[in-house]
């Protein structure tokens, strides 16, 4: 099946620092969804977007829906070690089960 | 907030055998849930989807016969493989769409076939 393309692949940064990640898709979605996965756990939802140009914080993340339903990203400011995983975005059409990104890898030094 | 639950978390069973996986919706009624399947550094892939009092719709590739989606209330959904092999062995994941289109995922099941 279709898959959105999610970049970058990994991110290897220090403690501290803001992370940003975008996936962008050749189709419309009418949701884009962000979430963390912990090895060996299911995902766990951390932001929806239901509105083109939609601009959604929670907490330290903000996320955005991009006006054309085709792209969005997503960002962490002042990253801190349990950050560490991987981050999916996913867009939903009505109806349809979920289109996912390939992952990004998110990796804190100390 | 919404909670999707699977069991079992891990089953090893042996080549030939089926294995059941269920996926629960907790507090709400889902209409519709969703399978998936996801190897090792890989992403999710989605198998089916699974609709209440109907057949379940499969996507291009996997085999209807061998995962047998029974989606019989609506706050469950069950994932049977059948004839297990080893390459079958992988990480299933159901979710099922709560209020307002979200989609909230199961704790996912890991499958080993030896």
């Known amino acids: ?110 | 907030g919404a909670v999707v639950s699977q069991h079992p978390s891990w089953v090893i069973c042996k080549s030939g055998t089926s294995v059941k996986i269920e996926c629960r919706s907790l507090d709400f009624q889902a209409t519709t849930m969703f399978w998936y399947r996801q190897f090792p550094k890989q992403s999710l892939m989605l198998m089916a989807t699974s609709n209440e009092g109907s057949k379940a719709t499969y996507e291009q590739g996997v085999e209807k016969d061998k995962f047998l989606i029974n989606h019989a209330s609506l706050t469950l959904s069950t994932l049977t493989v059948t004839s297990a092999h080893p390459e079958d062995s992988s990480f299933y994941i159901c979710s099922a769409a709560g209020i307002g289109d979200t989609i909230y995922f199961g704790e996912g099941s890991w499958l080993t076939v030896v």
């Open chain 1, 1 to 110: 099946g279709q898959q959105l393309n999610q970049s970058p692949q990994s991110m290897f940064i220090q403690e501290g620092e803001d992370v940003s990640m975008n996936c962008t898709s050749s189709s419309i979605f009418n949701t884009w969804l962000w979430y963390k996965q912990d090895p060996g756990e299911g995902p766990v939802l951390l932001i929806a977007l239901y509105k083109a140009g939609e601009l959604t914080s929670n907490g330290r993340l903000t996320a955005q829906f991009g006006i054309t339903r085709k792209d969005s990203f997503l960002n962490i400011s002042a990253s801190i070690p349990s950050d560490v995983g991987i981050y999916f975005c996913a867009g939903l059409r009505s109806a349809d089960g979920l289109t996912f990104g390939k992952g990004t890898h998110l990796i804190i030094q100390p």
